[in-house]
């Protein structure tokens, strides 16, 4: 009598399932025994539940056993890495990127194309991109990986599985859902690199990753998982204003943090940020002007920020992550002097340490979350 | 064997006890059948939590079952107004106030004292505001209520238990926790404003609720939950950048928001909001310049808000209520303007209902909404 518990048989199992992949994936490897502590559950049921897993490719045995466990010794269960994977995309303005990640969260392999995506025709790139999946998703199968499900990091808004503006691509309501035969999700490059930053970074639980990119973008991670708003249209950093009657800004508005801190603003007329960033070595006053001015309206902006969403650490990313050395100083003066009398220490700058990976590897981090979060639904358990 | 369908009993007779007391809260009242069938538990089950909860006070029943309901006629189970109750306390700075709320949300008991609570000792306020609790906690008892709990809003920023700056009072760390013999929550006065919105107000479950006092908080509700950041400090609108280079603000920052748009900046040397709305009324050039500057100054903070935290849309509350009709027009004006092209249309601004209510009101309902959450730990089940 499945129901005589209270719960139906089918959604305590899905439930149960999680519970004990989540458990694995936040503490692992454990033994049975230890997981059924750990979880409530009985014994039987942890074995039978870890059956499963094993059958999906989700998990693996090994005999190590790690030190202070409780409990007789026994076979430790951890996640597979090596039979399921998932896989990250990502559209940005100047190449297509992806990437194919193991369960263990270890990159198997790393494709980027360079394009020029700007007023691009959205069919002629996806084309390019279904071509990418193809080629990736052979070479992880040759290599005895099946690819669970994929997701989409794009340079624009996005909502219910529609890229609804990407301005710098020039594209709007574009629908993507139906990209490829695979589970698929989409979302916005400055989520996703928070979450890349979250999965494969520092692994914090709590910051504001702030994507510099030829628009720029933030997302909010607070207690592990990334804050959307309403519409997940949340951390459009690019739009807050510096300077209410500054210059006229793409959006409509005026002197948003994008007209003087987006790429374009940082380069000039110098072609590219490495070209930037040796102009900065060699102490390039028109350079090094750009970059004080860029840090000082990031101080104003991260303020506003802070105010508002309340971050754990900011942790500066993209474009920002080579340049932080000449940003760093301008963005920490200005939230030293804006936010230091209403909260002891203004929370901490750091820099990405994977820089323009973060975006596509945590849309391939994206799915594996989906799969702790749901194994019988992904796994068709 | 309470373990043998998998988790232990006591864990899920207090879930269950959640999910059948949320569904009620929700959408009923519904018979037990009808219970049973939305939260897939067996009737013997429902039985018995509901026999519980109609002992602790929480529940009621009655012959009155609605239309359309399912399964033979029966009695209804729905929150009873009768027996318990909650207190919603607020400190403000020239009142304190306290409100008796029942779990059908009908608001039995408000009393405000005025008071001038600027630069005040923290020990004579509360023993003011102790003094409240008793003479409201009596006469709610004396009405058949039992108060199982209370909750503080204050002017400041909360942290663990303790307000950790409130810089309008002068206070600074002050242990609030024991105030009173009952179970005790205190937050920030524009957090619980917006769950007094969302529970007394429009009801509606996805919008910014902007409260306007001597100082500017900001309230973000999501999908029917407060968002509060990561140390709870989320949401200070008031000391948002709106001119980089602006008059100093006392929070040590420059042409922060509250400078344009605090109480203080919009009444210049008139004595009240009510007297303001007077000369408002009368077509005074210098009052309606005040408010002019600070809509214009709300419409450029809102923006940057707008972008980071992507509300559903804009409740106006506190003093912002009776002045909406003249901060509307360059409100909207600035949101549309700055908004546009991000956006197809800006969030909707409205004003709330509630006023100045909003907090203590707020405060009551956190009580309500712990109850529902956690009816076993708050009830003693």
């Known amino acids: 009598m499945p129901a005589s518990r209270g719960v139906r048989h089918d959604s305590m199992r899905a439930r149960n399932l999680s519970v004990v992949l989540g458990t694995i994936h936040r503490s692992g490897p454990h033994t049975r025994a230890a997981l059924a502590e750990m979880t409530g559950l009985t014994k039987t049921t942890v074995s039978s539940l870890v059956s499963d897993l094993l059958e999906a490719g989700a998990v693996t045995e090994s005999g190590a056993v790690r030190a202070g466990e409780r409990g007789r010794p026994g076979v430790a269960v951890s996640l597979s890495g090596h039979r399921l994977a998932t896989l990250g995309l990502e559209i940005n303005i100047d190449y297509l990127a992806a990437c194919v990640v193991d369960l263990t969260r270890t ?31 052979a070479e992880a199968e040759s290599a005895g990986l099946r690819v669970i499900g994929a997701a989409l990091a794009v340079p624009g808004t996005v909502e219910d599985g529609v890229l609804r503006s990407a301005p710098h691509l020039g594209w709007r309501d574009v629908r993507v859902a139906d990209l ?139 474009i920002y992550a080579p340049l932080y050395p000449w940003l760093e100083g301008p963005v920490s003066d200005g939230l030293g002097a804006r936010l230091g009398q209403m909260r002891g220490t203004p929370p901490a700058l750091t820099v990405s340490g994977i820089g323009a990976d ?24």
């Open 107 to 137: 990159v198997r392999l790393r494709r980027t194309r360079p394009a020029d995506n700007r007023n691009s025709n959205p069919a002629d790139i996806l084309r390019e991109l279904r071509d990418l999946v193809k080629e990736t998703t």
């Open 358 to 381: 973060a975006a596509v590897l945590g849309a391939a981090g994206l799915i594996i979350q989906q799969l702790i979060a749901e194994p019988a639904q992904v796994l068709g358990l």
């Open 180 to 318: 490829i035969d695979l589970p698929f999700a989409i979302d916005n490059e400055a989520n996703l690199a928070a979450l890349g930053e979250l999965w494969f970074g520092s692994r914090e639980t709590d910051f504001l990753y702030v994507s510099g990119e030829i628009g720029i973008g933030a997302g909010l991670v607070v207690g592990g998982t990334v804050f959307k708003g309403t519409f997940g249209l949340a951390g459009e950093l690019g739009h807050v204003v510096v300077v209410p009657d500054g210059p006229a800004c793409r959006c409509g508005g005026r002197g948003c943090l994008e007209v003087y801190a987006g790429q374009d603003a940082l380069l000039g007329t110098v072609a590219s940020v490495a070209e930037l960033v040796g102009r900065l070595e060699s102490g390039d006053r028109r350079a090094l002007e750009a970059c004080e001015r860029a840090g000082h309206a990031l101080g104003v902006a991260l303020t506003s920020a802070v105010h508002l969403l309340d971050p754990g650490r900011i942790v500066l990313g993209g």
